[in-house]
């Protein structure tokens, strides 16, 4: 917690860019929506006069123009591309700015300093640990929700690996996207679970980016990979086999991604929430019910593979449950990882959303 912390503060105080170039950015050819042109531009002279920066005046209404990155994991369907084409955004006021990727470390330094409104969806525990550091966000809406058919994340091994229980992990190599959020959790909550106690020092991560990771696998540089995938992704592969997901160690709680904003647009534009969390609630319930349509929407603006674009869950009417975020409290805690209380209001708030009843 105290490395997370001190990067966390670090990284705050950073000059950002506002779109962060690098090879994985969605300016090397993902970030395909238009760009929005300015307030003088776009606005008539019959627009109010009293538009602010982040306004603008279109056929005779006015929109908030939202800034989110792109994900930069284009393995996972990006939900905030499904809500504008389907027009939930627009009904409620929002048009939305995809201004690039954002490396996931520097996702709440920049809506701390403004450079964009919220996140693509992270995982819940790094939301956790921002506000317990300082971060002025909340939590407003939420993203994912594992199942046992889609859990959040799965960890495979080669298929005549001799790994198949968690005191098998213990010393091995363990391949992962990052060393945050769920990515430097995953495997120790599944070591715990079965009985591991010193879960911190028993088997060594490794850090590797997605895309590649199952080839590490597949020539022996990690003895396990951890993949944002689901388990029929790998039911018909005969190179490699799943031997946990999140879903076998938190069930439904842990795969909670939810969506946060600066305190500061939260109070000075409930209306903005407001519609955010109307939007994303809408979308949540059409990608269930839509998730061939869900991954078309993203490989088709991303020019991705369309196999490669992994069906997602979304939680019903995007709606936060306490013990999404109550299960990593108590599992930093345990680890003193989290060293101070922090209350569930300061973490998250459904108020915003219609289809919450308290």
Known sequence: MRRFILAFILLALAALPLACGNNDSVSQGHNLAPNLTSKAESAPSSAPADLTEDEV??????????????????????????????????????????????????????????LIHTNSGGHVNTTIAAIAAGAKIKAVAQKTESTQRVPHMVAIV????????????????????????????????????????????????????????????????????????????????????????????????????????HLDIIKNRPDVIRGFATAMAKTANWANEHPLENRQITARRTKSDINKVTERYYAPNAIIKAESVTVWIDFLKEYNELTVDVPLDKIYTNEFNPYYKS
């Open 158 to 261: 080669k298929k005549d690996s001799p790994i198949k229980t968690a005191q098998d992990l213990v010393g091995k190599k363990i391949g992962s996207p990052g060393s945050s959020g769920c990515n430097g959790y995953f495997h120790m909550a599944f070591m715990r679970k079965h009985g591991i106690a010193d879960v911190k020092n028993v088997a060594s991560l490794v850090v590797i980016k997605e895309p590649v990771i199952e080839q590490a696998l597949r020539q022996g540089d990690v003895d396990v990979a951890l993949m944002h995938k689901i388990p029929e992704y790998f039911a018909n592969n005969d190179e490699f086999r799943v031997i946990f997901s999140d879903y076998d160690i938190w069930e439904n709680r842990g795969g909670g991604t939810p969506f946060f904003f």
């Open 57 to 114: 005046w279109e056929n005779g209404r006015k929109y908030f123009v939202l800034k989110v990155p792109n994900s930069a994991d284009l393995s996972s369907p990006e939900i905030l591309m499904a809500a504008e084409e389907n027009g939930f955004f627009a009904e409620n006021g929002i048009k939305v700015n995809f201004i690039g990727a954002v490396p996931s470390s520097q996702t709440i330094p920049s809506v701390l300093k403004g």
